[in-house]
């Protein structure tokens, strides 16, 4: 072939990579907007959806915060906000305003959640205020300081993901913050508990369910063992790509395992 008649996503089809819709949603932690519209033009066909993460978009100056989700939409990628500052809004009774301010600022979803506060207002209630404001709503599941989910804890989350889908939660996350070690469903090690993590898949199924996996060991453990279709989020900016290598077998580590790997092309090399 002459030089300049491949592209990447041409050789990709030929060495046998399946093309993956997004599935991984980074998090912009208070990224300069420079920045974010870098990974952006590098990444954003790769995000399913760009995390605003913590109460960070509120202190930051609020131009910056609508360049960015500006910036975001222009590559065709929707935001979210992160639950911290939903869990305020609610505690402090101004969840009215803070769906206003959302919707203003041109967001397409709030994560709603009750990591470090309790939500006594009905999944049916939050979720129509939401959508009143045309917003889409996702859900986490699991506290923050509460460690690795047990049995009864797990139970109780599925019964409440339940409520939070009947009544219109596009997405439900399980909780790992940003160590991924004794939280949710990773223990002190950061080592996976894979049967529980398949409760969730099993209950929900894979276009539902997103895991944070917020280091390398977290993102490819979920990798290995839900394969490519697995919903990954709190995934930083700078590691997105490497997540995006793992997913389609072109790590390393990835590509001896037939779930992951390309697959096998009959073309010979002369």
Avoid at 11 to 19: D, E, T
Avoid at 33 to 51: A, V
């Amino acid at each position: 072939m002459l030089a300049g008649h491949l592209s990447t996503a041409d050789y990709l089809h030929r060495i046998g990579v399946a093309q993956l819709a997004p599935r991984t949603s980074p998090f912009d932690p208070g990224y300069d907007p420079t920045t974010l519209e870098g990974h952006l033009e590098q990444s954003g066909h790769l995000m399913s959806i760009l995390k605003l993460s913590m109460a960070c978009w509120l202190v930051a100056d609020e131009r910056s915060t609508r360049r960015k989700i500006l910036a975001a939409k222009s590559h065709g990628v929707a935001v979210v906000t992160g639950g911290g500052p939903f869990e305020i809004a609610v505690a402090q009774g101004e969840l009215p305003s803070y769906f206003a301010l959302c919707a203003d600022l041109g967001v397409t979803r709030v994560e709603c959640g009750e990591g470090f506060t309790e939500l006594d207002i009905p999944a049916e209630d939050v979720v129509a205020m939401a959508h009143a404001n045309g917003l889409e709503v996702q859900f986490e599941l699991g506290k923050k300081h509460d460690g690795k989910f047990t049995a009864s804890v797990v139970d109780s989350l599925l019964d409440r993901g339940r409520e939070w889908v009947e009544a219109g939660a596009v997405e439900l996350v399980v909780e790992a913050r940003e160590s991924g070690r004794a939280i949710g469903v990773f223990d002190g090690e950061g080592n996976l508990d894979t049967s529980t993590a398949e409760l969730f898949v099993e209950a929900f199924g894979a276009d539902i369910v997103v895991f944070e996996a917020p280091t390398k060991d977290t993102q490819f453990a979920l990798l290995d063992a839900f394969g490519p279709d697995v919903r990954l989020s709190n995934v930083r900016l700078e590691e997105l790509l490497r997540v995006e290598i793992y997913r389609r077998g072109l790590h390393s580590d990835a590509f001896g395992q037939q779930h992951l790997a390309p697959k096998r092309t009959e073309r010979s090399w002369r």
